[in-house]
């Protein structure tokens, strides 16, 4: 059984840093790209970031560009997003969640998603 | 980036009812287009993928159709364990994957 289990979020100050985590279980970690999604409160999905099962491709949404860094390591099967400059409008619920196919080259979906956890960027 | 329009905002239909929901693409998407449920206080889940395939463990009254730039998710028979918000989303040019604004099904 796919499980992704996040970990990490809190309440943080504007301008301050945060790391979240993404155990995976279920499957072959390293085969599948990976994502971060967030929902802000009462607002709709929104694709933060990406990763290529190897790690030797990222990808960033232009709203968090230069201040969110994604990683994964393979050995422990762990997605993280690193969060610096964190402002207001970072308060979400954040989603890891796995592509569906192995073949990167190919379209695919998000097939699973995780439970998420909420981050907080308040005074 | 495309721009995913999902329509109408808020949909109200009675148990037992058909209900259709829509989405456009701002450019072709082939068929990669995916739709998720998201019921309250919990995480999405896939529902149909490819536009039109049904995920493994969807029941069968919720379909989808459509290519190109017009989508449509259809449930057959509503129940009320369908109440929830439904996102469009692509993925034929990923990064970004873009979700429409959600569509909210409430049960009249």
């Known amino acids: 059984e796919v499980q992704l289990l996040e970990s990490g979020g809190g309440l943080v100050q504007p301008g301050g840093s945060l790391r979240l985590s993404c155990a995976a279980s279920g499957f072959t970690f390293s085969s599948y790209a990976m994502s971060w999604v967030r929902q802000a409160p009462g607002k709709g999905l929104e694709w933060v970031s990406g990763i290529s099962g190897s790690g030797g491709s990222t990808y960033y949404a232009d709203s968090v560009k230069g201040r969110f860094t994604i990683s994964r390591d393979n050995s422990k099967n762990t997605l993280y997003l690193e969060m610096n400059s964190l402002r207001a409008e970072d308060t979400a619920v954040y989603y890891c969640?796995?592509?569906?196919?192995?073949?990167?080259?190919?379209?695919?979906?998000?097939?699973?998603w995780g439970q998420g956890t909420l981050v907080t960027v308040s005074s | 980036e495309i721009v995913m329009t999902q329509s109408p905002a808020t949909l109200s239909v009675s148990p037992g009812e058909r209900a259709t929901l829509s989405c456009r693409a701002s450019q072709s998407v082939s068929s990669s287009l995916a739709w998720y449920q998201q019921k309250p206080g919990q995480a999405p889940r896939v529902l149909i993928y490819g536009a039109s395939t049904r995920a493994t463990g969807i029941p069968a009254r919720f379909s989808g159709s459509g290519s190109g730039t017009e989508f449509t998710l259809t449930i057959s028979s509503l129940q009320s364990e369908d109440l929830a918000v439904y996102y469009c989303?692509?993925?034929?040019?990923?990064?970004?994957?873009?979700f429409g604004q959600g569509t909210k099904l409430e049960i009249k």
């Open positions: 989303q692509q993925y034929n040019n990923w990064p970004p994957y873009t």
């Open positions: 969640a796995k592509r569906s196919a192995r073949i990167e080259l190919v379209p695919a979906a998000i097939d699973y």
